[in-house]
T-cell receptor, first 115, second 111 residues
Framework: NAGVMQNPRHLVRRRGQEARLRCSPMKGHSHVYWYRQLPEEGLKFMVYLQKENIIDESGMPKERFSAEFPKEGPSILRIQQVVRGDSAAYFC?????????????FGPGTRLTVT | TQLLEQSPQFLSIQEGENLTVYCNSSSVFSSLQWYRQEPGEGPVLLVTVVTGGEVKKLKRLTFQFGDARKDSSLHITAAQPGDTGLYLCAGEKGGSEKLVFGKGTKLTVNP
């Protein structure tokens, strides 16, 4: 899973600021997924994207959160006006194509701390 | 509602012992994955099982998918300290392409 790159690895934001988390999928992978892991909780699905398309955002909070996967460049998870409850580890995963969508490979995560 | 229940939540054993951890659900999954996660890192895919009753072996690790595709188990033979970590199961429901995770079993193997 070293092929999935996430940055930054650690991010500290004050309440009310914006957080931008980046994810570069493995080479050849066109499907990107974002998950959130809260302390003592399992990973929770947030959003599934393909290039320039949001396929499933059923796990995204309705407000302040958005995601994109542009034609060029990494996928971005954006959190506006962060609150303390947003503190968590955010993981990106990628998979190759529709023949094996269930094999998702995870990046190292971004640990967001809101002070 | 936790779709996938993992047990035990914590397990501490001595090097050389055998162990089994479980992943149970009332739902049917198209496939089920096992991951291992170490502190500060992302989950690492160990195996994917797809067919009911399927058994897969990865060195000292044996994975089984239940006949009804609702549950799975991971058996480790002769555990080593390097096996220490958080073991996560994740299920995929057909057509969804998103994974549902259990909370994990935190395994500690003492030398």
């Amino acid at each position: 899973n070293a092929g999935v790159m996430q940055n930054p690895r650690h991010l500290v934001r004050r309440r009310g600021q914006e957080a931008r988390l980046r994810c570069s999928p493995m080479k050849g992978h066109s499907h990107v997924y974002w998950y959130r892991q809260l302390p003592e909780e399992g990973l929770k699905f947030m959003v599934y994207l393909q290039k320039e398309n949001i396929i499933d955002e059923s796990g995204m909070p309705k407000e302040r959160f958005s995601a994109e996967f542009p034609k060029e460049g990494p996928s971005i998870l954006r959190i506006q006006q962060v609150v303390r409850g947003d503190s968590a580890a955010y993981f990106c995963a990628s998979s190759p194509d529709r023949t094996n969508p269930y094999e998702q490979y995870f990046g190292p995560g971004t640990r967001l701390t809101v002070t | 509602t936790q779709l996938l229940e993992q047990s035990p939540q914590f397990l501490s054993i001595q090097e050389g012992e055998n162990l089994t951890v479980y992943c149970n659900s009332s739902s049917v999954f198209s496939s089920l994955q096992w991951y291992r996660q170490e502190p500060g890192e992302g989950p690492v895919l160990l195996v994917t099982v797809v067919t009911g009753g399927e058994v897969k072996k990865l060195k000292r690790l044996t994975f089984q998918f239940g006949d009804a595709r609702k549950d799975s188990s991971l058996h480790i033979t002769a555990a080593q300290p390097g096996d220490t970590g958080l073991y996560l199961c994740a299920g995929e429901k057909g057509g969804s392409e998103k994974l549902v995770f259990g909370k994990g079993t935190k395994l500690t193997v003492n030398p």
